[in-house]
């Protein structure tokens, strides 16, 4: 199955976007199915950083860890998962706009099974797609509002 894409324009520089939408600790304010991220060693997150990130499914709680595969600032991000039976893998892309006082986010989602977690793969593929809008907004609304 192809990755679930979305993007999305916001009215703020590049460099403000990536720092806000790249940064774990923040996904619980606009992430609307977060419920907690736990960032292992603490300090800002580095290539190889892990970050555990604990999401409402339905009417559960599950918690996924990702390891952070690069960090290009102020244009690219990427996460892949290193554990559980639901790995979920993040590539973020933050394009200028307007000379760049715009930005266009560009978030592509995969998930791979592993165990019995393969069959669950296409059941969270359709949570996430139907959710991911919301969270988009709740992106933009923050970055533009200054919530």
Same mark, same amino acid.
């Given at each position: 199955?192809?990755?679930?894409?979305? $993007?999305?324009?916001?009215?703020? /520089? *590049?460099? @403000?976007?990536?720092?806000?939408? =790249?940064?774990?600790?923040?996904? =619980?304010?606009?992430?609307?199915?977060?419920?907690?991220?736990?960032?292992?060693?603490?300090?800002?997150?580095?290539?190889?950083?892990?970050? &555990? =990130? =604990?999401?409402?499914?339905?009417? +559960?709680?599950?918690?996924?860890?990702?390891?952070?595969? @690069?960090?290009?600032?102020?244009?690219?991000? &990427?996460?892949?998962?290193?554990?559980?039976?639901?790995?979920?893998?993040?590539?973020?892309?933050? @394009?200028?706009?307007?000379?760049?006082?715009?930005?266009?986010?560009?978030?592509?989602?995969?998930?791979?099974?592993?165990?019995?977690?393969? *069959?669950?793969?296409?059941?969270?593929?359709?949570?996430?797609?139907?959710? +991911? /809008?919301? $969270?988009?907004?709740?992106?933009?609304?923050?970055? @533009?509002?200054?919530?």
């Amino acid at each position: 199955m192809p990755p679930i894409v979305h $993007s999305i324009e916001i009215d703020r /520089p *590049p460099e @403000e976007v990536f720092s806000y939408v =790249t940064d774990p600790a923040r996904f =619980t304010e606009w992430q609307d199915d977060v419920v907690s991220v736990r960032l292992e060693g603490g300090g800002r997150p580095n290539v190889g950083s892990r970050f &555990s =990130t =604990t999401r409402r499914i339905g009417r +559960a709680e599950r918690t996924m860890t990702q390891e952070i595969t @690069e960090i290009d600032p102020p244009t690219s991000w &990427s996460a892949r998962g290193v554990a559980g039976p639901i790995r979920p893998n993040a590539n973020i892309a933050v @394009e200028p706009l307007n000379d760049g006082t715009r930005s266009c986010v560009t978030i592509v989602l995969d998930f791979k099974g592993h165990g019995i977690g393969v *069959p669950l793969v296409p059941v969270i593929r359709r949570i996430a797609a139907k959710g +991911a /809008p919301t $969270s988009y907004q709740n992106l933009k609304k923050r970055l @533009e509002n200054g919530e």
